[in-house]
């Protein structure tokens, strides 16, 4: 039980998240839709793909979350690294 203080905020209920989702589904589907018929100048040979630009995306964002992981296992600090000696 909440406490009454408590103030309820958007996504407290599961079907505002939900919603939410479904509309960001959405609007994922209807930007690959209008991929059949948006003419883009294209500069690459991989370029006119189905979906090209969303896949493109989608790797560079594994990409940089595989670097940020190897980043912080070679830069990370002590825990100590501030304490004085």
Known sequence: M???DR?????????N???VLYALYAICA???AVDFFYHRHISHPW???WG???LYGFTACIV???????MRKHL????DYYDAD
């Open 2 to 4: 909440t406490p009454p």
């Open 7 to 15: 103030q309820k905020h958007l996504f407290d209920n599961p079907s």
């Open 17 to 19: 998240t939900k919603r």
């Open 30 to 32: 209807a930007l690959l």
């Open 47 to 49: 370029e006119p793909l």
């Open 52 to 54: 090209f630009y969303g």
């Open 64 to 70: 940089l979350v595989l670097v940020a992981k190897f």
């Open 76 to 79: 990370m600090r002590r825990d």
